[in-house]
């Protein structure tokens, strides 16, 4: 997921009336108190996405731990079976 950034004024779209590229763009001012909040809500943005990924990594892991459970079980009915056939077959 990429954030839009478009919304915050530090990240001011390109517009057709924008200076020349000659002429440098004025610095860009913000208050204590913008910049906080602004910290503040990338934070928050920041771990939400860290709590899904959490999640997601969890539901895999559990994923990964009942497929490595099947793959045994699997295993040793298929031992199991060969091993059945083969005393068949010596008898």
Known sequence: ?????????????????????????????????????????????LQAQYHSLKLECEKLASEKTEMQRHYVMYYEMSYGINDLFSTNLEK
């Open 1 to 45: 997921y990429v954030r839009d950034l478009s919304s915050w004024s530090r990240w001011p779209s390109p517009r057709r009336d924008s200076p020349a590229p000659h002429q440098p763009a004025p610095p860009f001012k913000f208050t204590i108190s913008e910049s906080c909040d602004w910290i503040k809500e990338e934070f928050q943005f």
